[in-house]
């Protein structure tokens, strides 16, 4: 059966959500499924925004059928050429063999590499500033390379103030019934899985998702139709707030976020006797994770939340604890900045774990790392409790 919604009088959300896909990019845990959203345009002309996954095919043709009233399909704009959002083009072209594809420069080169053709007989080359006029609706062409494949675009109708903005404003979790936005509990439900989606695929690119946001500032938007989650059609200055926050590495929260590894336990005890000489001295949001125990994607994701951090972890081979390098390694990849940070080690002989955490945090931007640290030689006792204080403290002098 069919599954459509209505996002104006001409415009029709046929996207499909997958609940049984345990890893998005074969990375990343999605206890929520996600959706993959796809819009058809129907004007003189019938126009599709973007495909879907391979995975949700037989869905997607239904809905596209259904959107389509029995019409012909006359273009399909490729904003993005990730696979989870391309993976139909073949199997449109041989269901609509009229159907032109729109797409820029890189767009094409990209359809080449994928699937060994760049449909030349039917591509509609565009470049910043091009329209496509569908009848009533003209459609604008906006560039957002690096957002965050470099062939990335957006499209902008003019008519309806629709802005289809690819994986931007996207989020992980399946849709259920309700589409929009305004129609779910975003803040509570829906706003945690918005940041883990941004911070681990678009996180590094903020610097471009700028540029996209100035180029957004100059247009007249009422509606924003993402690749991924609910669609926006009320309270946008709710999210692009939120993506100003994201893509300037700006915390949301004055929080701690404390991150352990700990083999048998006594770094973490260390990591919790920290959490409440915190709580003790007035600090209300404060965050605990082992990070042996929490998939590195919710901890960027609380690491682009939070504005101080803590790291506590063992020495193992000489080096950082592996789970703990990991993370760090991806912070650095995804580009953290502007973060206080704080480090606790562990080490039963030769604990150095301290050190090389702090060298890996000061290769990212705009770190502060606290004078004050920790260092537990395989447990902590009771004549360290002065130290902890100590740490205690210099967070929170440092969060006023
Ligand atoms: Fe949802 Fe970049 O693909």
Request: charged residues 20%.
């Amino acid at each position: 059966m069919y599954n459509i919604r209505k996002v104006t009088d001409d415009i029709t959300w046929i996207g499909v959500s997958d609940r049984r896909l345990a890893l998005f990019e074969n990375i990343f845990p999605i206890k929520r499924g996600v959706s993959y959203n796809s819009y058809v345009l129907l004007d003189e002309q019938t126009v599709l925004f973007d495909t879907v996954d391979a995975s949700v095919a037989g869905q997607f043709f239904e809905n596209l059928e259904a959107a389509l009233e029995g019409r012909s399909l006359d273009y399909l704009i490729v904003n993005h050429m990730e696979p989870d959002h391309c993976a139909m083009i073949g199997d449109i072209v041989r269901r609509y063999p009229a159907v032109k594809i729109v797409g820029n420069t890189k767009t094409f080169g990209m359809m080449n590499q994928f699937f060994g053709t760049d449909f030349s007989e039917r591509s509609v080359v565009v470049k910043e500033g091009d329209t496509l006029s569908a009848g009533k609706h003209t459609l604008h062409f906006v560039m957002a390379p690096m957002v965050h494949w470099p062939e990335a675009m957006v499209t902008y109708d003019d008519v309806d103030k629709v802005l289809f903005s690819a994986d931007g404003f996207g989020s992980f979790g399946a849709l259920n019934g309700n589409v929009f936005a305004d129609e779910v509990d975003f803040d509570r439900d829906w706003l945690d899985d918005a940041r883990r989606y941004y911070t681990n695929i678009v996180g590094k690119y903020g610097a471009s998702v700028q540029t996209l946001l100035k180029k957004a500032a100059g247009l007249e938007i009422a509606v924003i139709c993402p690749l991924h989650g609910p669609i926006w059609r009320e309270n946008l200055s709710y999210i692009l707030e939120k993506y100003q926050k994201w893509s300037t590495y700006e915390a949301e929260d004055q929080a701690v976020v404390i991150m352990y590894a700990s083999m048998y336990g006594n770094t973490a005890s260390a990591a919790d006797a920290l959490a409440g000489a915190l709580a003790v001295r007035g600090v209300k949001k404060i965050a605990v994770y082992d990070v042996s125990n929490a998939h590195v994607s919710e901890l960027i994701s609380e690491i682009f939340r939070a504005s101080h951090l803590v790291f506590a972890a063992p020495t193992y081979n000489a080096g950082i604890y592996p789970v703990m390098e990991n993370l760090l390694s991806d912070m650095k990849a995804l580009a953290v900045q502007k973060k206080t940070v704080a480090v606790m080690e562990n080490g039963t002989w030769a604990p150095t774990a301290a050190k090389q955490v702090k060298e890996k945090i000061s290769e990212m931007k705009d770190m502060t790392i606290l004078d004050t640290g920790l260092t537990i030689k395989s447990a902590m006792h009771a004549d360290q409790k002065a130290e902890l204080d100590a740490l205690a403290d210099a967070i929170v002098n440092s969060m006023v």
